[in-house]
């Protein structure tokens, strides 16, 4: 299968999972109290905002793996699909996080986001391992380096996350402050796959 | 008519089905009792799970047909909005699955569930055979092989929801077993049509 | 500008205003009773399908002008934004059929969904006949007869639909009969244009 | 990158976002007072209508944008998805106005929506001044002139929905008619690019 329409389903589905987002973030207050109202739900504007650029940079990274990989086999679809399945599933924990950001609920929040996050991460190292183990998948043309690149950048991904979760049993809004950070770094950092190079090379 | 365009509106409609099923995930429970809630709620993320690879499926399947249909016309249009209208259904009984998994309504749930994915099995037959018939909308160099394969894939697909349907008249939670066993037989043989052949030949 | 973009954007809209529709498709209910529920809720399943089906063939239609469209200036670009502000209406008013459909209600939902049908027909007309009217924005090489076929397609539409609404001052239940049968209608007459015609000879 | 993928992405937000905004256009009323109660909900209309147009109107200004860059960097994709975060934030404000437009909530609401126009505006600008300074990632064959024509266009329109904002503080009634006039002249003005040019040479 040519990676063509894989894409635009995907495409599709980080799309929409991101724009979802917004349906968790309301405020209902009665008219005077609304501009207090509106202030106090910070958390699910911060909450919609991380996850919004969490898949967004998944978004990136997604399709600078589609750009080396020059044919799909059936179990690159398969785990293509389980990895839209985490990523679909990311507006469920960060809602959790906007609704308990004050209570002892937190945790538990934390714990779930964490762990769809790691799911997620364990899901693309596969997806990408898969195919580019013994460069499986690969465009023959595609630029060792690159590749190789992009693996190194895997490697850490599902550590990352893994810890900012266990983080969570410890302090909860530490954990919380280190998904912002990690989604802040990788959107600062932005090259993801070392260095400034393959994107703005091309 | 082309098929391109049509992929892209069928590719919207199963991006968006799958990734809709999120909004019916939800966990609401005071801070204190967030972690057991969260945990209690394992039917919704079962359902989501279960629904999102059988329409991810679905949207693997479809493309395989439409790869090898050349051109569409006005009947192969309509045929496809009804396995389409079908499709985008699917988050309706899937959340009734999740919502009754542990009171007495489970029966009316997985029938519901059956009976649509039954009726979608079946558009899917009446789409593909009215295309594969006498290759009317075939691709002239498409591999004849290739078209019986996907052929004999479909002919057994309505058959097992439709058992699978039927066992929710004995026993519900046995049906919705069976739902889960589908899917997951689907995604773990991957190459539905004729073994892992087509797929990882292309 | 080329419509290539145009119609990835017009895609989209269909394509979630359709599937959007099953988000108020639901059915709440203890689980001893839900089997009756579900039975109960067949108005919401009928205008689920009414609506898919409709939002379907305009999407259909929306596609044979814009094959024989070469270029968008900016007035075309507005009109365009105002039928796809109509086409992704359509949920609401469909919701309010579905809720009213055994009370006193369903004349005001009839005119509402009427409306917004009939308000669709319109901006589909303006949208075709400003870029039809002299050939303004069709492509050098398309098919007179083509194109003089969709115009005398367009004509009656916003007449059937106004129609329709109309009759739900004397009676909602026929109004509402209508819609589904003038759905039906375009779905089984199919080739909208000028018999089989253009569709099927492409 | 090229552009492609960027733009595939960028469609199907803006698309869903627009989408969006009808799941929160509805009207709960016994059957008998449905009537009145679909008249008395036209502010929900009119701010549906203003969001959706602002919302098209932005994509196609994305569009003419990305139309002149040819090649994308890192620091690109980042303020892509930055302003795609503004636009998917957008049914969160209109919703606000549709709930508070006849009681003192309005003036939070019209801060609100102002503030998330206003931040759209500043990121849409960042978006293309970093692409178009010096011509850094602008296309070597695109003119000049429709380049600098863009950039004019860009400069007032912070200025604009900060202006309208501000307003809110005074009288958030008047703030709201200018929303929804910015909007209404953009669609009219329709070239926003420079007068006619640039589309309509197209």
New interface residues.
């Given amino acids: 299968?040519?990676t063509g329409?894989l894409?635009?389903?995907a495409?599709?589905?980080?799309?929409?999972?991101?724009?979802?987002?917004?349906?968790d973030?309301?405020?209902?207050?009665?008219?005077?109290?609304?501009?207090h109202?509106?202030l106090h739900a910070w958390p699910a504007?911060a909450a919609?905002?991380v996850s919004?650029?969490t898949i967004?940079?998944m978004?990136?990274n997604h399709?600078a793996c589609i750009?080396v990989i020059a044919?799909?086999?059936?179990?690159f679809?398969?785990l293509n699909?389980l990895l839209?399945?985490c990523i679909?599933?990311v507006?469920?924990p960060t809602?959790?996080i906007a609704?308990?950001i004050r209570?002892?609920?937190?945790?538990?929040?934390a714990?779930?986001y964490g762990v769809t996050l790691t799911t997620t991460a364990v899901c693309f190292g596969s997806f990408w391992f898969y195919a580019a183990r013994g460069r499986r998948l690969i465009a023959p043309d595609a630029d060792p380096r690159l590749v190789s690149g992009i693996s190194r950048s895997y490697l850490p991904g599902s550590l990352i996350y893994g810890t900012a979760t266990l983080v969570a049993l410890w302090n909860a809004q530490v954990s919380v402050a280190l998904f912002a950070a990690i989604a802040l770094f990788y959107?600062?950092e932005?090259?993801i796959f070392g260095g400034?190079g393959p994107?703005?090379e091309?």
Same sequence: chains 1, 2, 3, 4.
Avoid: C, Q
């Fill in positions: 299968m040519e329409r894409e635009a389903f495409d599709g589905v980080f799309a929409i999972a991101a724009t979802l987002l917004i349906i973030v309301s405020v209902t207050a009665p008219g005077g109290a609304l501009g109202a509106v504007y919609y905002a919004f650029l967004g940079i978004w990136v399709h750009r044919v799909a086999d059936t179990t679809l398969t699909l839209l399945m679909a599933f507006p469920f809602n959790l609704a308990h209570d002892s609920g937190l945790r538990a929040a714990l779930t959107l600062l932005s090259s400034r994107e703005s091309a």
